[in-house]
């Protein structure tokens, strides 16, 4: 696509999340979530292969939907409280369906289905705008309303979005699927900690969104589509094992930093005595490090019978513009432990 | 009393636009449904807006909908289910009559004595509200390279139905 439209598509798309995050009326916010869903659709599309567009449009179709359920809502709000404000929802009616429509827009349970689809249908950088920035703008309205009013909707819709994440990346080939079933997941574990302490969910979130697109970068340089192209693919001998330390770090193995995002929210729920959901984070966290690890073994513990040339690479692709962004990335997956003093300001 | 005939006429359209077998059935009912979303909002007093969305919703882009759907619709298009359209209506209406029953009898919603509503309110949107319009109008400026990139299709030269 022509550089300066690919330029000013992206410029709004960071405007509309912008747009999103500083407003104080909900109008602009419904503005800011439409500017940003519109301005990535040519980013999506732009290849014109059937599988590019048809998950362009489901996705077009599943935001545009929620996004006018959440203006419905801030009408709704203002019919009833008589303000515009964000911090101003006084009715259960409209917080529902406001929380709905961001339920929606995040991809949890019980409405995720449209999540794997999408992902799978596009390649890997678009991926990241859409499992990783894209949820920013939303992520920060459900927890800037769960300051306002704690309901427990959120446990309910966290806990199945665990729970599904886990069982329902289990059978899958494709990583961008598998992919999307661990976003999911995670975003369950994160928007649980926003019913108790809304701030430690922001930095939850920032840290699975370093995470994730750390991995999906590595991905992307890989061109690791399916798992059968895991133990073929062209990388650094150092880029596979950060790749399998990063996933690790995803599913929550101690030592590693994506340990913080499954402790943290269990001293949450036990300090606030909630000790009843606990077991349901922890089988679905346990589901989703099995396929975790079957990445892991695919990846640098298995030697499938090949050629042996292709065993050691000398001459990889990997002079990219996302290689330095990976090694940024990386090393908060390995020291990230050390951050877990800062929640305890929080606590 | 007539306002709730106005009212349900609006309900008349839109119902015609989802349950239509053919596109031109559909437009007709955008196009019912934004007269008489007009009559409504004119009874209301509100005639600035009535007048901006016949201009610019039916006059612009209803003409060039109906245009493109004749650019772009079957060639022999099926005849319309219009009977059961109708009946869709009716059911629509009677479940909103019987549940909304006490809202009906209550008159005293509307206030039809001021028709400068709406021409005091748009003042603020120039005024206080120019960033609103700044923003509003890049948006709509996003929108339109969006539109132009996306059906941009195999053809170089120009945007035909190929």
């Not at chain 1, 909900?26 to 990535?40: A, H, M, N, V, Y």
């Not at chain 2, 099926?78 to 009898?105: A, R, T, Y």
């Amino acid at each position: 696509m022509n550089r300066l439209v690919n330029a000013f598509l992206l410029t709004s798309l960071i405007a509309g999340t912008s747009l999103v995050i500083f407003s104080n009326h909900w109008f602009p916010i419904w503005l800011g979530l439409e500017l940003s869903t519109l301005s990535i659709i040519p980013l999506l599309s732009y290849t014109s292969q059937s599988r590019s567009v048809e998950a362009t449009l489901k996705y077009f179709l599943v935001q545009a939907f929620s996004a006018a359920l959440l203006l419905n809502g801030a009408v709704l709000n203002l019919w009833i409280s008589n303000s515009w404000d964000v911090n101003s929802i006084t009715s259960p009616i409209s917080y529902f369906i406001i929380t709905a429509a961001l339920i929606i827009k995040l991809g949890l349970a019980p409405c995720h289905f449209w999540f794997p689809d999408v992902l799978s249908g596009l390649p890997f950088l678009s991926t990241i705008i859409i499992a990783c920035w894209q949820k920013i703008a939303p992520m920060f309205l459900l927890l800037s309303l769960s300051n306002l009013v704690s309901s427990e909707i959120i446990i309910v819709c966290s806990i199945l979005s665990v729970l599904v994440g886990g069982w329902g990346g289990l059978n899958q080939i494709s990583v961008r699927k598998i992919l999307a079933y661990s976003s999911i997941g995670h975003l369950g574990w994160i928007t649980c900690v926003a019913f108790f302490i809304p701030e430690v969910s922001y930095l939850l979130f920032l840290f699975y969104i370093l995470n994730n697109t750390a991995i999906l970068l590595i991905c992307h340089n890989g061109s690791l589509y399916y798992l059968s192209s895991l133990s073929k693919s062209n990388v650094v001998p150092i880029t596979a094992i950060l790749f399998s330390i990063a996933l690790l770090s995803l599913g929550g193995l101690p030592p590693l930093g994506g340990f913080i995002n499954k402790v943290i929210p269990l001293i949450v729920f036990s300090l606030n005595g909630n000790n009843f959901i606990i077991p349901f984070f922890l089988i679905g966290s346990l589901i989703s490090l099995f396929f975790y690890i079957r990445i892991v073994f695919n990846t640098s513990l298995t030697l499938f019978p090949q050629h042996s040339l292709n065993i050691v690479s000398f001459r990889t692709g990997n002079s990219s513009l996302s290689q330095p962004i990976i090694s940024t990335l990386i090393p908060i997956t390995i020291w990230g432990l050390l951050l877990l003093p800062i929640f305890f300001l929080f606590i | 009393m007539v306002f709730y005939l106005f009212m349900l006429l609006l309900l008349l359209g839109s119902t015609l636009v989802f349950y239509s077998l053919s596109p031109y059935y559909a437009a007709l009912g955008l196009m019912i449904s934004s007269l008489f979303g007009c009559v409504v909002l004119t009874s209301l007093g509100l005639t600035f807006l009535a007048l901006l969305l016949l201009l610019i919703y039916m006059g612009g882009m209803l003409v060039v909908f109906v245009y493109s759907s004749a650019l772009s619709a079957d060639r022999y298009p099926m005849v319309s289910n219009l009977g059961e359209v109708v009946l869709l209506f009716l059911l629509l209406s009677f479940w909103v009559l019987f549940i909304f029953e006490d809202f009906l009898e209550s008159s005293t919603l509307f206030n039809l004595l001021s028709p400068l509503n709406d021409l005091s309110s748009l003042s603020v949107l120039y005024d206080y509200g120019g960033a609103y319009l700044l923003v509003g109008g890049l948006a709509l400026l996003v929108v339109l390279i969006v539109a132009l990139v996306v059906s941009y299709g195999s053809s170089l030269l120009a945007l035909r139905a190929s």
